[in-house]
Structures are given as structure tokens and as C-alpha cells.
């Protein structure tokens, strides 16, 4: 099924920009996505007519408030194809991550306890497990920008309290075979963080059929709205995990002696919720889906095949990343420019794309560079997009040669 892109574009208000006078190229969606006018109306709809704090009035705004956040929770369970009480309400990947390592592994480690990721990882897929006390044991990258698997095997040892790992790599676009991984370290007994951030606007998910015991992701990389995301936690392991944050709504009882929790999720939501990007999200689950996310992913992939060919004959640049297996992420360098200056550069012709280490240093230094610049392909993205950064590339290999 091909798309109808321009049907498609005139729901995101924003496309309609002029920067610097030009057309607006947007390709920074691996950073964030643009919103369509269905969650743009959610999201004003709510304040409009149903304002409230949720879970703690019997008055009919906070009726309405509660009945529609918890609505979210069944349409965002229902799309990942899990149970509502397995999904966490979170600020978004980084924090379901903190969540993993404070509750679920803090507690198990012990000194010299290690977790295994790949070397593509973003920070907020590092830094939590170090903060936790856990050693972070890193899989080789290859030259393509794949994970060499047979690396990966020979880490996963004695001393692997958990493997994390990116479905799909926000600065390389590779999708790594996280089923296969699962299914080995569970093989071995290790259970394992699968970072969705930037998988669940590309590719349909069936989280129990992958089998991960835990997964992450943010709205704002699904067409909603930022602040806003989801852990998926088996309910074995959210049973047994202690609260990490204390506060409203996750404790039944209080009393200075001693408090006792609330049923999961709740366990782990304290305080007053985003209760709008939980409604956010699920109207822009419902979007996604009226697109179809077999069409999304169809459409993205002729863009990226129409791309890739036309950025690696421009002379000077180099593509990072040219994994069999992978979404459109187009990260590049040219000769004889900073990331930064090219950046700015294709931004005075209207093209937006992302510059710098894309929160995965130790992966820029497993290249030897410092910074890529990065475009990334959302849905409604076209091979217009793609001329329009190439023209602006031209430009930029001018003034830098
Ligand atoms: N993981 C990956 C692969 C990402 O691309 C990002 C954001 O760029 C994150 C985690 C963090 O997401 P957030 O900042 O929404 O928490």
C-alpha cells in the first residue's frame, strides 16, 4: 500500500513552516517527532473539558480525567499487545531506565555484578546502570554499525545480572535482533531491558510474543507529546520490585511508623501524573494505527532506499551506519567540516537535521569522530525531503572545499 503523503502532511500544522523563508525539510524526527491535529485536539480537549486532578475526587471533571487516563493505559497496553497493570506510566525511555536499575537491579547487584550492553547505546541506557553500581560491559560495534553478536555471546557470562539493550540505534538506524538476544540470555537465566525509543513509530511491537522483561519508550518519538512514556514491566518482576519514588497515589496506607503500597503499576507512579500525555500518547497510538504501521514502515524504507545511494555519491561525505537490518537514521560526515557548521548550514536552507554525538559518545569514539550529522525519517517525510538536504549538501561541500 503506498501512502497518500500529502493527505498525510496536512495533518501536522507544523510542516507548514517557512525557516529562513524556505520549505521546511523536517528530518530530525529521531530526536522528535512533529504531532498530528488528532493529538493536538486531545491534548487541548482535555484542558478544555476535563481538567482534574485524577484518582482522588468523586466530582464529575475528575470522573472524567481519571476515566480518560485510564483509558490511555488500556489503549497503550492494547498496542503494545500487554496488560494494563504491566504498564508504567513514566517521563519517558530515560526515565523507565532509571526505574529498571534503581528497583529491579540496585537491590540483586553485588560488587563486580555486571550488565551487558551493546557499544551503540544512548546515555540514558549507560549512565542509570552506573549509578546503580553495576560494571557496564559493552558488545563490539562493527564497521557497519551492526553488533557483532559472537562479541555479544562471549560477554554474556557468569557475572551478567542483566542485558540492555537498543532495538533500533537512534545515531546508525540499526535494528539489532533483539528476539534472537532474548531468547540466549534467557537461556542463561539473565533477564533483559530492551530500549524502545526509537522502534515503536517504525515497526509494529508484540512485546510477549519479544519476550524482554522489560521494555522503554517515549511518546514524543510517536507522534505525541514530550515528558511523556511507558515501561512495560512482566507483573512478576513489578510484584517483587520495591516503590522508587515515594508520594501520592503509590502508597495504601500512610502512618509515621511505617507505610504500604499500592498494586502495581501504581507501586510506581507517586505524585500527580502527566495525565495529558497519557491521553497524548494514546491519540497518537490511534493515529499511528489508522495510518498502519506496515504502511509507515513500508513508505519510510523507500525514502531511506531513495537516500542512501543519493548521500554516498556526494564527494566528501561518508555514511556512518550502513547495517543490513535498519530504519531511516542517515548519519553522515563530510571532509573538511564540522558537524555543527553543516548543520547550520543546511538549516539556512530549510533542512533540519541533528548534529553532535546524539547522547552516544562512546559509539562516536568507536568511529574516531567527534559528531555526525544525522537525519532521520518520520512518515511523512518524502523524496522531496531528500532532494532538498542533498541540494543543501552541495551547497555546504561548496563552501567548504
Ligand atoms: N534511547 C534512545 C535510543 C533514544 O534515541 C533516546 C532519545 O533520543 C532515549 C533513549 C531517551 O529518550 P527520552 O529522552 O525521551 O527519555
Known sequence: MTLDLAAIRAQFPILAEKIHGKRL?????????????????????????????????????????????????DRIAAFLKVTREEIVFTRGTTEGINLVARSFLQPRLQPGDEVLVSGMEHHSNIVPWQLAGAKVVAARVTDEGELDLDDWRAKLGPRTR???????????GTVNPVAEMIREAHARGVPVLVDGAQAVAHEAQDL??????????????????????????????????????????????????????NEVPYKFEAGTPDIAGAIGLA???????????????????????????????????????????????????????????????????GVAVRTGHHCTMPL??????????????????????????????????RLFA
Not at 478544555?48 to 482522588?56: F, I, K, L, Q
Not at 542483566?162 to 546508525?172: C, D, E, H, P, R
Not at 525531503?385 to 551547497?395: E, K, M, R
Request: glycine share 8%.
Open 25 to 73: 525539510a523536517y528530518l530530525d524526527n529521531a530526536a522528535t517527532t512533529q504531532k498530528p491535529e488528532s493529538v493536538l485536539r486531545a491534548l487541548d480537549g482535555y484542558y478544555r473539558h476535563a481538567n482534574s486532578n485524577v484518582h482522588r475526587a468523586v466530582h464529575e471533571l475528575a470522573a472524567r480525567a481519571t476515566t480518560q487516563y485510564e483509558a490511555a493505559r
Open 162 to 172: 542483566l542485558v540492555a539493550i537498543v532495538q533500533v540505534s537512534n545515531s546508525l
Open 208 to 261: 510477549r510474543a519479544l519476550g524482554a522483561d522489560f521494555y522503554a519508550c517515549s511518546a514524543h518519538k510517536a507522534y505525541g507529546p514530550t515528558g511523556f512514556g511507558v515501561l512495560f514491566a512482566r507483573r512478576e518482576h513489578l510484584e517483587a520490585m520495591p516503590p522508587w519514588h515515594g508520594g501520592g497515589d503509590m502508597i495504601r496506607t500512610v502512618a509515621f511508623e511505617a507505610s504500604t503500597w
Open 283 to 349: 491519540a497518537a497510538l490511534d493515529w499511528i494505527e489508522s495510518v498502519g504501521l506496515d504502511a509507515i514502515h513500508a513508505h519510510e524504507s523507500a525514502v531511506l532506499d531513495y537516500a542512501t545511494p543519493r548521500l554516498a555519491e556526494i564527494p566528501g561525505l561518508r555514511l556512518i551506519g550502513t547495517a543490513r537490518h535498519k530504519v531511516g537514521v542517515l548519519s553522515f560526515v563530510m571532509d573538511g567540516a564540522h558537524a555543527h557548521d553543516l548543520g547550520s548550514i543546511l538549516d539556512q536552507q
Open 364 to 397: 562516536m569514539e568507536r568511529f574516531g569522530i567527534p559528531a555526525t550529522a544525522r537525519a532521520s525519517l518520520a512518515v511523512y517525510n518524502g523524496t522531496d525531503d531528500i532532494d532538498q538536504l542533498v541540494v543543501a549538501l552541495h551547497t555546504a561541500r
